[in-house]
């Protein structure tokens, strides 16, 4: 199984990027979804999750300005961030819950990470 982060970039304070994460491979489902991230010298938080459902949660430095979605059809995460600011400058990682085919066994699968910087 593998996660693929895509949609980083440098954009200016106040601007919009849409993060994606495409998963791969012997997938028989997937359960919740989320996006992380990682600043420098910093440890990794959680910034939105999704469950399977499409119920999202969100952390509150977050709230009102990203939106996580998901496609199952595609086995695709999205984050919409908007009104970013210099403070969520950081490596964004995605997460799955995934159980591979063939198996009774669920695992947590990560991306590569995907870097995001907010300045002027």
């Known amino acids: 199984v593998q996660l693929q982060a895509s949609g980083g970039g440098l954009v200016q304070p106040g601007g919009s990027l849409r993060l994606s994460c495409a998963a791969s491979g012997s997938i028989f489902r997937i359960d919740s979804m989320g996006w992380y991230r990682q600043a420098p010298e910093k440890e990794r938080e959680l910034v939105a999750v999704?469950?399977?459902?499409?119920?999202?949660n969100y952390a509150d430095f977050v709230k009102g300005r990203f939106t996580i979605s998901r496609d199952n059809a595609k086995n695709t995460l999205y984050l919409q961030m908007n009104s970013l600011k210099p403070e969520d400058t950081a490596v964004y990682y995605c997460n799955a819950l995934v159980q591979r085919s063939g198996t009774r066994v669920w695992g947590p699968y990560w991306g590569q990470g995907t870097l995001v910087t907010v300045s002027s």
């Open positions: 999704i469950t399977s459902g499409g119920s999202p």
